[in-house]
């Protein structure tokens, strides 16, 4: 059942503003701490549980959660935050941070540098999500914010229930858009970083052209042709417009298998998180100033030590020469 404004879970802990969006696999809600601080909440849809028997759920509520926790490891300044996972009553709720600004559906057209910085970012970023194993299976301009007063891209809303093997967690066909490769409409086809690398390339395509590339499903058919974006925007590079198409091969096998592949047919180099970022930038202020501190302590302490005074000189010993020094003797027994 859906959650309405006013609604605490967790004995309080959060409190509902109001739903975001909904689909076929889940709903995502507004929500605030007790301190206050918004958050985004993530659950599955009752349309689909509904749907499911009890075994199903069960396991599909595993496998959620077991994505949700791979989700918290993939630690990366494009990535949204996961603040915490939790149960409430039997639905798998995962916790994310609340992002100020617009989604990339609002971009018009943009410049090729303007675009690239974001793919860059995006790319770096499901880098990091391969690496842990997960696969995002949504990237789309609609999943991807832009941080109110800055250039920063955040990737959000992953597609976890699309991982589990049932065919109410396909893709449907009659619902296909642009950005979705043609392995998320089979239950049984496999599903790797060249999944992503499908969906990225034609959120790029999206950005540049101003236009949503046709669907794989009427590529597949016949039914539509994907047009070189070079085609549209004259403004697009050679090298660009080669690594979209590259990118947006109907077969799994004839794209970049690895997303790092793919960012270097763009020549587009990935951003590597620093562990410093880690840190907050007040440690390293407080860490910098101790040094520099202690450093002058030592500097002051030996501009102001006296010079210790020199050592005495040796007196010069005498050795008689009308004494014979005799050898020494070694006793025998």
């Not at 975001?20 to 659950?43: E, N, P, Q, W």
């Not at 009890?54 to 630690?75: M, S, T, Y």
Request: net charge neutral.
């Amino acid at each position: 059942m859906a959650w309405s404004a006013g609604q605490k879970l967790q004995g309080g802990k959060y409190t509902i503003e109001g739903e975001l969006g909904a689909g076929r696999f889940g709903i995502t809600y507004l929500a605030h701490d007790r301190t206050s601080h918004r958050c985004v909440i993530k659950t599955l849809s009752d349309t689909l549980l509904n749907q499911l028997t009890a075994p199903e759920i069960n396991r599909l509520q595993d496998k959620f959660w077991q994505e949700a926790v791979k989700l918290g490891q993939c630690k990366h300044p494009h990535i949204v935050r996961m603040k915490d996972c939790f149960k409430e009553g039997q639905l798998v709720c995962i916790v994310m941070e609340y992002i100020e600004g617009q989604d990339l559906t609002h971009a018009n057209r943009l410049t090729e540098k303007d675009a690239l910085h974001y793919i860059r970012q995006i790319g770096s970023a499901l880098i990091v999500v391969h690496e842990n194993n997960l696969v995002h299976r949504d990237v789309r301009p609609g999943n991807i914010m832009i941080r109110q007063g800055k250039r920063e891209a955040v990737l959000i809303d992953f597609g976890l229930a699309v991982g589990f093997d049932h065919p109410l967690t396909t893709i449907n066909p009659t619902t296909a858009d642009g950005f979705t490769p043609l392995e998320l409409y089979h239950v049984d086809a496999e599903r790797g970083a060249y999944t992503d690398v499908y969906s990225l390339a034609a959120t790029l395509y999206r950005l540049l052209t101003g236009e949503k590339p046709p669907s794989v499903r009427d590529r597949s058919l016949a039914r539509a042709k994907l047009k070189p974006p070079q085609e549209i925007n004259p403004q697009i590079s050679d090298r660009t417009n080669q690594a979209i198409l590259r990118g947006m091969a109907l077969a799994p096998e004839e794209r970049p298998q690895t997303m790092q592949d793919w960012l270097d047919l763009l020549g587009v180099v990935p951003q590597i998180p620093q562990p410093w970022r880690n840190w907050d930038l007040a440690i390293w202020l407080t860490i910098i100033g101790t040094i520099a501190t202690l450093l002058g302590t030592i500097a002051a302490f030996l501009a102001l030590k006296p010079p210790s005074a020199p050592p005495p000189e040796p007196t010069p010993v005498t050795t008689p020469t009308s004494q014979q020094v005799k050898p020494e003797t070694r006793y025998r027994t």
